[in-house]
């Protein structure tokens, strides 16, 4: 039963073999065991068995699939500021294989790194929302997520900037550019470029494959 929660779903989109693989630095409690099933629990702040063996997987399934996600459900729920340790794991889940890393459970969105040809999404923010507003946080705003491939090669990722409003995610209209000119600060940190596409209302992040 531990290794239910600690394996690799595996479909076929097209042509393309797709795994993806999710964790949590949350609710130890919660974690598999040998007679209960849970989440993959593994806390990101240590480098132990756990981060060990989560990158394990990571070899293994990519041995057996053509692209490989990562879903990290990691850390605090505010701060625009990604924890160094966060970082150092998600860019050894791309040595080890991963083609993405898709972060998530701050409330906030948080910058795109681009590590050796593939994008770390450190934080996505929200969709569904029950805290109030915060005016600096900004937790009512987050994107849409699109990446773009040419075949299994990250390509480019596109964003397309959202708001909730009355429990709702709307594409974002009038404050669209404010968030993609949030993004792009954020993601500046990293180095990553990135450029507004006012028309399509899409802030489009370049992924360069050196070959």
Same mark, same amino acid.
């Given at each position: 039963?531990?290794?239910?929660?600690?394996?690799?779903?595996?479909?076929?989109?097209?042509?393309?073999?797709?795994?993806?693989?999710?964790?949590?630095?949350?609710?130890?409690?919660?974690?598999?065991?040998?007679?209960?099933?849970?989440?993959?629990?593994?806390?990101?702040?240590?480098?132990?068995?756990?981060?060990?063996?989560?990158? $394990?997987?990571?070899?293994?399934?990519?041995?057996?699939?053509?692209?490989?996600?990562?879903?990290?459900?990691?850390?605090?729920?505010?701060?625009?500021?990604?924890?160094?340790?966060?970082?150092?794991?998600?860019?050894?889940?791309?040595?080890?294989?991963?083609?993405?890393?898709?972060?998530?459970?701050?409330?906030?969105?948080?910058?795109?790194?681009?590590?050796?040809?593939?994008?770390?999404?450190?934080?996505?923010? $929200?969709?569904?929302?029950?805290?109030?507003?915060?005016? $600096?946080?900004?937790?009512?705003?987050?994107?849409?997520?699109?990446?773009?491939?040419?075949?299994?090669?990250?390509?480019?990722?596109?964003?397309?900037?959202?708001?909730?409003?009355?429990?709702?995610?709307?594409?974002?209209?009038?404050?669209?550019?404010?968030?993609?000119?949030?993004?792009?600060?954020?993601?500046?940190?990293?180095?990553?470029?990135?450029?507004?596409?006012?028309?399509?209302?899409?802030?489009?992040?370049?992924?360069?494959?050196?070959?």
């Amino acid at each position: 039963m531990l290794e239910s929660g600690r394996r690799a779903v595996v479909r076929r989109v097209g042509p393309t073999t797709v795994g993806f693989i999710a964790f949590t630095d949350n609710e130890p409690g919660w974690e598999a065991t040998a007679r209960a099933p849970g989440i993959y629990y593994v806390p990101v702040d240590t480098r132990g068995r756990w981060v060990t063996e989560l990158l $394990d997987l990571v070899r293994r399934t990519k041995d057996h699939n053509q692209l490989l996600v990562v879903s990290a459900h990691w850390g605090a729920n505010w701060g625009s500021k990604v924890p160094s340790a966060h970082q150092g794991l998600a860019r050894a889940l791309i040595d080890a294989g991963s083609d993405v890393v898709f972060g998530h459970s701050a409330h906030i969105f948080r910058g795109v790194e681009i590590y050796r040809n593939r994008p770390i999404v450190y934080s996505a923010g $929200d969709f569904v929302d029950d805290y109030a507003v915060d005016p $600096d946080e900004r937790n009512d705003q987050s994107f849409v997520f699109l990446l773009e491939t040419d075949g299994t090669v990250p390509r480019t990722l596109r964003l397309h900037p959202t708001n909730i409003a009355r429990l709702q995610t709307r594409l974002a209209s009038r404050s669209a550019g404010k968030i993609a000119e949030r993004m792009q600060r954020l993601s500046m940190q990293f180095g990553t470029r990135s450029r507004w596409i006012e028309g399509d209302r899409v802030l489009e992040i370049p992924i360069e494959t050196v070959s």
